[in-house]
């Protein structure tokens, strides 16, 4: 997942999407010396430790900065970046970059939040159209494989007005009406398969239900005129 950033603070991702802050970042928000906030931390290395995975990182220096050697940094969890500011004199900056830190960390919970939903509920969807797909080879359709999977996806994209292969960059507002369309489609397809439908109707079910839901919520959801899909 591609870092955020709020209020000028940025938060990255791992594989596993702990958010994290670069100890960079953080000893500039405090108003200190990078080489200071460093050794300060390391000398709470195994405190840090109980809070997450803490290891310190070698890397070039960030845009701007002067001089051209690796140097040291850490990637700090939300725990631990609040541990590290708690080490620091309570001054009017550190109590800024609490709040900071508060709001940015937040943003970041809120994105992991919708992110989950929505691969969920994609993965739902697409055993649901590998479902409907099976179906309609057993009855003996001719549609190519992966027809209803590219139909659903071209369908999503031109309800939510994004191009192609622009999955990766929706906001937290475009996952979550996706999330719904997705759940709607499922049940749509799964209540005309069960009532004896062909792959067809099935799809044409889950439009029309998800052409409903965009034109009464989703478009105002996102800010959209109404959009009618082909």
Do not use: C
């Not at 999977?149 to 937290?172: C, F, M, Q, W, Y």
Request: hydrophobic share 40%; charged share 20%; aromatic share 6%.
């Amino acid at each position: 997942m591609k870092p955020i950033t709020e209020n000028g603070v940025t938060i990255q991702f791992n594989r596993e999407l702990d958010s994290l802050i670069d100890s960079r970042q953080m000893a500039e928000m405090l108003g200190i010396q990078h080489e200071s906030f460093i050794k300060n931390i390391s000398e709470h290395e195994s405190a840090l430790s109980e809070l997450g995975v803490f290891r310190f990182e070698i890397g070039k220096p960030q845009k701007g900065s002067k001089g051209g050697r690796p140097e040291t940094y850490a990637l700090l969890n939300e725990n631990q970046a609040f541990f590290a500011v708690t080490l620091s004199r309570n001054t009017p900056q550190a109590v800024k970059a609490k709040l900071l830190l508060v709001k940015a960390f937040a943003a970041a919970r809120n994105l992991i939040e919708a992110q989950h939903g929505y691969l969920e509920s994609h993965k739902k969807l697409h055993a649901t159209i590998g479902q409907m797909q099976a179906i309609a080879l057993q009855r003996g359709s001719n549609a190519p494989p992966f027809a209803h999977h590219v139909n659903l996806e071209r369908l999503n994209n031109k309800l939510l007005g994004i191009p192609k292969d622009s999955r990766a960059t929706l906001n937290r507002k475009q996952k979550q009406v996706l999330e719904t369309l997705a759940e709607i489609e499922q049940t749509a397809i799964n209540k005309t398969l069960a009532n004896g439908g062909n792959d067809k109707a099935a799809y044409h079910a889950a439009k029309e239900q998800a052409q409903a839901f965009m034109q009464q919520y989703g478009n105002a959801l996102l800010g959209h005129h109404s959009i009618q899909a082909a």
